[in-house]
Each structure stands twice: as structure tokens, then as C-alpha cells.
């Protein structure tokens, strides 16, 4: 029997029902996944009861009993870009995510995650991200390493008491005035998976910065205020200058199911975080190690 895959399982409390074994119920739950797939997942161990010991395929079904699967893709895909881990200590580990690794397992990506990676790589089954960014963005992802004090750093994002600061290739924009703040309201638009400006009181809010004139390119300085997804990406492009390698804004050219670019990585960049510590009261910051390209002439 092989060790479990280094993931966090899901977790299922079986619903009522007349099945006779835990198999059975799993089968009709998830009638997207054959029988032999599960079959298979319980002879390599991964499917657990509430006390991680392996479930078989003659298990007696129990309305209630916890189970704990590990999801697979069959044929996963391996992204050819390596992680880098900057800080470790008892509470955190800050990581660089590369271009097109997503943080946490989701979809097609199970192994193939940065959450996966650093428990493999760490030998940590606790990991668990603080917060997350864009599978195309690039930069700092911070994670908690202990549940005891998983709450205290949690509550750093929850409560705005950290400071981020990102970094964008973009289209130049000289007839603004910098640094401006862009504040509008975002919500859910066409096709599922984007973002659009809307009528209302702002629920968004990015100060933006210009660090470098390149001609036609600028790299700009972006500090959201707040967190909505695709925030920074929408914010850019509604000005006129859609991140550079951006294929879902302003216009939709990229869909998520197309292979991905590697040549062509979103420039878009989570540079730094800055924040005091909850446990010890010092100021931290850390600074991504990674650098964003320029187009080339």
C-alpha cells in the first residue's frame, strides 16, 4: 500500500441513504468517478475514515461516518517551473509560486500545486496558504506552518494590517497623473471566470505608482488596498493599460482550458509584504526574488 499523496484530503460525512458499503455511497455521490477509480484509490489507501485508517471496498456504509479521500488526475500535467522557498520558521513559511502553478490543489491541479510541492519539500503535512494569487501571477505566497498560530496571521489579512505591494509590466499611460488610486466596484462578468467594473459604491481600491519608463512599456507599483480577484488586472486595463501578456482582459483571448504559454507568463508580479508579527511584535517584510520582463523591442 503507498503512502497518501502530499495533499490535504477532502472530507465527506456521508449523507442518509440504503447503500450497503461505503464504496456504494461514494459511487453514487460521485457519479463522474467510475467504480474501479475509487477501487483503485482504496487499494492505494487513498480513502480514510475520520481516524485516517484505510477504508475497503466491503466497508459497511454508516449515515455520518467521516471519510477522507485524497482527489487525483489521472495524467496530471507537470509545470516545469521550480518554486523558492525564502523564510522558514515554526509559524511561517514564505514561498516565490512561479508563472502557471496554482497555490492550492483545484480543478486539473492536484500535485502540480505549491501547497503540494512545499509539503513534499518541507516535510510539513500542516502547510496551509494565508492567502492566495492568481495561478498566472508570479511572487509571494505566505503560509502557515503551525495550526496553533494559524489564526493570529489569518486575521493579518482579514483585518488589512498587511502591506502589499505588486508589480505590473503595462502599456504606458502619459496623459495621467501619478500616483493615482483607482476605487470602483467589481463584480462577476462574462464568461464565469472574469471580473467587470459595475455602477455602485466602490468595494475595490488600488494606489498605483510608476517605477520605470521603458517607451511604449512601464512598470508600474500596484497597492491594493483590498483583495477582490482579478482586481489589479481589471483596474490596469480599465485605465487603458492591460497587463502585459493578459489574456482575459480587456478583451478575452486566453480561455482556461487552452494550454498554457510558457513564453508568454502574465507580467504581473506580487513584489513584497510588510507586516508586524502577532506572535513576537516585530516588523517583518520580505521581497520576492523573482523579476519581471520587459517586451522585447
Known amino acids: 500500500m503507498s503512502n497518501p499523496p502530499a495533499v490535504r484530503p477532502s472530507i465527506l460525512h456521508l449523507p442518509a441513504g440504503d447503500w450497503a458499503t461505503v464504496l456504494d455511497c461514494l459511487c453514487a455521490r460521485f457519479p463522474a468517478i467510475d467504480r474501479d477509480t475509487w477501487l483503485a484509490r482504496m487499494a492505494r489507501g487513498r480513502v480514510l475514515d475520520g481516524e485516517g485508517r484505510a477504508l475497503g471496498p466491503a466497508h459497511p456504509y454508516r449515515e455520518g461516518l467521516r471519510v477522507q479521500y485524497f482527489r487525483e488526475v489521472a495524467d496530471e500535467t507537470p509545470i516545469p517551473f521550480e518554486e523558492g522557498v525564502l523564510h522558514v520558521d515554526e509559524h511561517l513559511v514564505v514561498a516565490d509560486k ?44 505566505l503560509f502557515s506552518a503551525n495550526p ?8 493579518l489579512f482579514r483585518e488589512r494590517r498587511i502591506a502589499k505591494r505588486y508589480e505590473a509590466i503595462a502599456p504606458a499611460l502619459p496623459d495621467l497623473v501619478f500616483p493615482l488610486t483607482r476605487a470602483t466596484r467589481l463584480a462577476p462578468g462574462e464568461p464565469f471566470f472574469r471580473m467587470q467594473e459595475v455602477a455602485g459604491e466602490a ?26 480577484k482579478h482586481q489589479l488586472r481589471v483596474h490596469l486595463a480599465a485605465l487603458g493599460a ?54 522585447e523591442a
Not at 99 to 111: D, K, N, Q, S
Not at 213 to 219: E, H, V
Not at 252 to 265: F, G
Open 203 to 228: 468595494n475595490t481600491e488600488t494606489r498605483i505608482e510608476v517605477l520605470e519608463r521603458r517607451g511604449p512599456w512601464w512598470r508600474y507599483a500596484l497597492f491594493p488596498v483590498t483583495g477582490k
Open 98 to 141: 512561479p508563472h502557471f502553478l496554482p497555490v492550492m490543489p483545484a480543478g486539473e491541479y492536484v500535485e502540480q500545486t505549491l501547497q503540494a510541492r512545499l509539503m513534499r519539500r518541507l516535510g510539513n503535512p500542516h502547510l496551509v496558504p494565508l492567502h492566495r494569487i492568481d495561478r498566472h501571477t508570479a511572487g509571494l505566497v
Open 148 to 155: 496553533a498560530s494559524r489564526g493570529r496571521y489569518q486575521a
Open 242 to 295: 492591460p497587463i502585459c501578456h493578459d489574456g482575459f482582459y480587456p478583451e478575452l483571448r486566453d480561455r482556461p482550458e487552452d494550454p498554457d504559454d510558457y513564453a508568454r507568463p502574465l507580467q504581473l508580479l506580487a513584489r513584497e509584504l510588510a507586516f508586524v508579527d502577532p506572535l513576537s511584535g516585530a516588523p517583518r517584510q520580505f521581497v520576492s526574488r523573482l523579476q519581471l520582463r520587459f517586451p
